[in-house]
């Protein structure tokens, strides 16, 4: 298999058996994972000005492989794993947010050096469960993050008014803000309204939506030092940035348009105050044309790199 990387190719083996030595390491050597977190080179830190890049790796944890009109696509893990290699082989990559069994294969592959690490938190709300607004934190907690040597966890928070569980959500939210900031770990909030529709969630994406689940999700928990935001790219980004002083990235979701659309949108609001990156998954590991190392490059130039004071 050859995944073209800009104008170089790297080969790649399709052998089934390329990453038969994790499930060996796994089976022999379990406390593996934790010795390559330990070792493992953290990141520079962040800084004002200089826009971070996150790659997103948990969706399949929610039961959610789709992409496009593919329902499987993120089934095959090999493929994930090399996906995810090619994309953080780019310098301009900053980090990875990925549930605890991705992450730990991307620790033993040595794949996280120097970069960005963020847990996802709440994956008990299954696509299209019966009860998926009960979103339960059945991923990385506040502790087990701190031992990885992490930055930080994210969790989806939807508020859904006409569902009761949507309460208990919140205040498991709103707990895990507090255990994160207690070890002085970033949380990564992730609001949406959402709404059932024949049986199914959807999130409301009109900027009047969004901006309201900003503000119910930026007063949880008894501190917001630690807390970020992780939102859509909707209409009048200008108003929904207007609604909070805390660092925000833009998520990519499952592309309904094409590449050089979703880029455009990227990139003007990329330019807002308080925009601190991207955190984005699908649309760059499963682009339609097939070449992730060139929509990696081609997202990474629409940050700003530059440290402040050196623009």
Same mark, same amino acid.
């Given at each position: 298999m050859t995944i073209n990387l800009g104008a170089a190719a790297l080969a790649l083996d399709d052998d089934p058996r390329r990453?038969?030595?994790?499930?060996?390491?796994?089976?022999?050597d379990p406390e593996a994972i934790a010795r390559a977190a330990h070792s493992r080179r953290r990141h520079p830190g962040l800084k004002a000005g200089r826009q971070n890049f996150i790659v997103a790796a948990d969706h399949p944890a929610r039961g959610a492989l789709a992409v496009g009109s593919d329902p499987v696509a993120m089934a095959d893990r090999r493929q994930l794993l090399d996906r995810l290699q090619i994309a953080l082989a780019n310098p301009a990559v900053d980090g990875i947010l990925a549930s605890p069994d991705i992450m730990d294969d991307l620790l033993l592959l040595g794949a996280l050096e120097g970069k960005l690490v963020f847990g996802s938190m709440n994956r008990g709300g299954l696509s299209g469960l019966v009860n998926e607004i009960d979103d339960r934190f059945t991923g990385h907690t506040a502790a087990a993050l701190q031992a990885l040597g992490a930055d930080g966890g994210k969790m989806l928070?939807?508020?859904?008014l006409g569902d009761p569980d949507t309460v208990a959500m919140l205040e498991a939210t709103?707990? #895990?803000?507090? @255990? !994160?900031?207690?070890r002085k770990l970033i949380a990564m909030v992730e609001p949406f309204l959402s709404v059932r529709?024949?049986?199914?969630?959807r999130n409301d994406l009109s900027t009047d939506a969004v901006i309201k689940s900003v503000a119910i999700a930026e007063g949880l928990g008894s501190t917001s030092a630690y807390t970020w935001m992780k939102l859509p790219v909707v209409a009048d980004m200008e108003r929904v940035m207007a609604a909070t002083t805390m660092p925000t990235v833009l998520l990519g979701g499952d592309p309904d348009n094409s590449q050089d659309q979703v880029f455009a949108t990227w990139e003007a609001a990329l330019a807002l105050p308080g925009v601190q990156g991207l955190t984005v998954g699908r649309t760059l590991?499963?682009?339609?044309?097939?070449?992730?190392?060139?929509?990696?490059? #081609?997202?990474? @130039? !629409?940050l700003n790199h530059a440290p402040e004071g050196l623009e």
């Open positions: 990453y038969a030595h994790l499930s060996t390491i796994r089976l022999e928070t939807r508020i859904c709103a707990k #895990a803000i507090d @255990s !994160l900031a207690e529709e024949k049986g199914k969630v590991l499963y682009p339609q044309d097939g070449d992730v190392a060139g929509a990696v490059a #081609a997202a990474a @130039s !629409l």
